[in-house]
């Protein structure tokens, strides 16, 4: 285990809808998981038309994904706690949706969430990203801090609170 394990950070392609898919249902808050919401496979492929979606694999199975989504496509499908982060930051024109991001059980404290963002940062540079974050997510926060996002904002939805990054 560990350092031997290829991981392998590129851009998702259609062939990894079904793994992010299946990633993503195991990390509902249903299922003990802290994601926030659920994308079928025709929202992701319409995000990859658009915008890098990066995914990592460990021999050739998908652990992790960093999922993006452009302020036109958001506009199309209207997500509530979206509006809400945008209403407590619009953020510049051109920026865009980061999120959500997510890494396996079994792959976590490896620096994938770095590594996907980095991708990420190389796909669409000098450009402005933003996200929230649920306050009361420790892990989230502390992996995004290494990062070097910066928080710039706050807003309560549904009886929770989550702060609003940039970078």
Same mark, same amino acid.
């Given at each position: ?14 062939? %990894?809808?079904?793994? &992010? +898919?299946? !990633? ?9 998981? $802290?994601? #926030? ?12 038309? %658009?915008?890098?979606? &990066? +995914?990592? !694999? ?9 999922? $993006?989504? #452009? ?97």
């Amino acid at each position: 285990m560990g350092a031997a394990e290829n991981i392998i950070i590129k851009l998702a392609s259609l062939h %990894d809808v079904e793994g &992010i +898919v299946k !990633l993503q249902s195991k990390n509902q808050k249903s299922e003990g998981g $802290t994601l #926030s919401g659920e994308l079928d496979a025709n929202q992701i492929q319409e995000m990859m038309k %658009d915008m890098p979606q &990066i +995914v990592a !694999l460990v021999n050739e199975e998908i652990v992790g994904f960093l999922l $993006t989504t #452009s302020q036109a496509v958001h506009k199309k499908r209207k997500v509530s706690i979206v509006d809400a982060m945008f209403t407590s930051y619009p953020g510049n024109m051109d920026s865009y949706i980061y999120g959500p991001v997510c890494v396996d059980k079994t792959q976590r404290g490896k620096g994938l969430a770095q590594l996907m963002f980095q991708e990420l940062l190389r796909q669409e540079p000098n450009r402005e990203g933003i996200l929230f974050i649920q306050n009361d997510n420790e892990a989230s926060l502390r992996a995004h801090e290494k990062m070097g996002i910066k928080k710039v904002s706050s807003f309560n939805f549904n009886d929770k609170d989550y702060y609003v990054f940039t970078y």
